[in-house]
Structures are given as C-alpha cells and as structure tokens.
C-alpha cells in the first residue's frame, strides 16, 4: 500500500483487550467515514475474540492505512484457520467469520515467520461495504 501507515499493539489474553482493540482501530480511522470505522470495529471485534476463545499466546493487533484501503490483522500463537460456520439458528455464538467474509473487501490467513496466524481483513476506503471482495 503506497504512503501506507501502520501500526502494532500487543494485547492481553483478557477479554477486557476487546474494547482496547476497537478503541486502537477507532483511532487509525481518524476522519473516516462513521460507517468504514463502526465496520473494522465490529470486524476487529471479532478477530480479536476468536484468537481469545481459539488461540493461544500472544495476541498482536495490525492496522495498516493508506489511502485507498484499511488493513486490520489479528495474530495468534495457534495454529491452524479460522473458518466461516454455519450455526444453527439457536446458537448463540460462531457468526463471526460469517460477518468478516461478507463486510470484507476481502480476508485471510497467513502463517507468521515463527509460528501461529495472523487473520486478516481489508476494508475499501470510500467504497461500499464488501465490495472488491475476492
């Protein structure tokens, strides 16, 4: 991403590190559209609580900006990779990737240098909500 500004937070395997997380993203949003910043919060919400219910480790928050694009990633110690359900309509729980695969511009899985994943979503700047998906 050209001009692209990223930044990196370390969160505690606390479930109270959720709301750290959205107010993290909410900042790298800064002057962006209400609806692009309340999205990569939900979206960001639900990464980070599935590497608190299904990883292990350290938890580490990436947000990459640049004109055109936001970049949320959420890295784990645990491997393996996340996957959309399709809960029963009395599940409570398990709609999470449900939610990234279709408000996403696109998501994904990478392997870190070491060891785990780091999930990933990118979110178009000024387009609408999953389009560009691939």
Same mark, same amino acid.
């Given at each position: 991403?050209?001009?692209?500004?990223?930044?990196?937070?370390?969160?505690?395997?606390?479930?109270?590190?959720?709301?750290?997380?959205?107010?993290?993203?909410?900042?790298?949003?800064?002057?962006?559209?209400?609806?692009?910043?309340?999205?990569?919060?939900?979206?960001?919400?639900?990464?980070?609580?599935?590497?608190?219910?299904?990883?292990?480790?350290?938890?580490?928050?990436g947000i990459?900006?640049s004109d055109?694009?936001?970049?949320? !990633?959420? /890295?784990?110690?645990?491997?393996? &990779?996340? *996957?959309?359900?399709? #809960?029963?309509?009395?599940?409570? %729980?398990?709609?999470?990737?449900?939610?990234?695969?279709?408000?996403?511009?696109?998501?994904?899985?990478?392997?870190?240098? !070491?060891? /785990?994943?780091?999930?990933?979503? &990118?979110? *178009?700047?000024?387009? #609408?909500?999953?389009?560009?998906? %691939?």
């Amino acid at each position: 991403m050209d001009g692209a500004r990223r930044a990196s937070f370390t969160l505690q395997r606390d479930p109270t590190e959720v709301r750290q997380a959205r107010q993290h993203v909410a900042r790298a949003c800064d002057g962006l559209a209400r609806d692009l910043v309340e999205i990569a919060q939900l979206l960001a919400t639900e990464l980070v609580t599935n590497a608190l219910d299904h990883g292990a480790g350290e938890i580490t928050l990436g947000i990459t900006r640049s004109d055109h694009d936001l970049r949320v !990633d959420v /890295g784990d110690d645990a491997p393996g &990779r996340p *996957r959309a359900s399709t #809960p029963g309509s009395d599940q409570v %729980r398990g709609r999470g990737m449900l939610l990234v695969e279709a408000m996403a511009a696109a998501w994904g899985v990478e392997p870190p240098a !070491d060891k /785990g994943k780091r999930v990933w979503f &990118r979110l *178009r700047i000024g387009a #609408p909500v999953g389009s560009g998906r %691939r």
